[in-house]
């Protein structure tokens, strides 16, 4: 049972252009929301993160949202740059100290 | 943000053999920290939450007692791989979380990969 999904796969956008990557979970039990960046062979790296009793999040070109009533979080990135490109993923938690649940990734390719 | 630092980051070992990871975090500390599993293309799988002090906690289907995890201490966390085999090769991956006010958000080592010929 996934919990959290992120249904595309992959992305592709300009450089410049605002890139929206899209995760939809299931557990109403779930809190808090975070967004990680990754490179191949290398560790998760923590971008951004909302907690439920909020809509949205800001941190310089970094924007998340959150639709608690279509249990749907979303992740903006404008504008969007080269160094960008990597696998996203969206996770969520249920309290202090507790484990992620991950989403099966995004992968953003922002061409030139 | 917080550092974790992960050892070694690279290790080849023979069938049959043990092999021990190490988790740090660097300049916080961490009652909890959890090891995970990738796959090629695939998600990240949780195989245990670590306890500092306490045993671990293994999520269905992980062999703990392939998996042994020790959690001496509040920045230290190990994992080790015991008589390995081949279908163990995978990238390792242990995070950990500050706690306090941001304890929601976890930090993550940078990997290890396993092979195991």
């Known amino acids: 049972d996934q919990q959290v999904k992120q249904n595309s796969p992959s992305l592709s956008v300009q450089e410049g252009r605002i890139s929206i990557l899209n995760c939809d979970y299931t557990n109403s039990m779930f809190d808090y929301f975070l967004w990680y960046k990754k490179y191949p062979a290398e560790g998760p790296t923590f971008l951004i993160s909302?907690?439920?009793?909020?809509d949205k999040n800001e941190d310089g070109r970094f924007t998340v949202f959150l639709n608690k009533s279509a249990k749907h979080l979303s992740l903006h990135i404008v504008p969007s740059q080269p160094g960008d490109s990597a696998v996203y993923f969206c996770a969520a938690n249920t309290g202090t100290a507790s484990k992620l649940t991950f989403g099966t990734g995004t992968r953003l390719q922002v061409t030139l | 943000g917080a550092v974790v630092s992960q050892h070694p980051s690279r290790v080849i070992c023979k069938s049959g053999t043990s092999v021990k990871i190490e988790c740090r975090s660097l300049d916080f500390q961490a009652t909890t920290m959890f090891w995970y599993r990738q796959f090629p293309k695939q998600s990240l799988m949780l195989m245990a939450t670590s306890n500092e002090g306490s045993k671990a906690t293994y999520e269905q289907g992980v062999e703990k007692d392939k998996f042994l995890i020790n959690h001496a201490s509040l920045t230290l966390s190990t994992l080790t791989v015991t008589s390995a085999h081949p279908e163990d090769s995978s990238f390792y991956i242990c995070?950990?979380?500050?706690?306090?006010?941001?304890?929601?958000?976890?930090?993550f080592g940078p990997g290890t990969r396993l092979t195991v010929t």
């Open positions: 909302i907690s439920s009793i909020k």
């Open positions: 995070s950990a979380g500050q706690g306090g006010v941001a304890s929601y958000e976890q930090y």
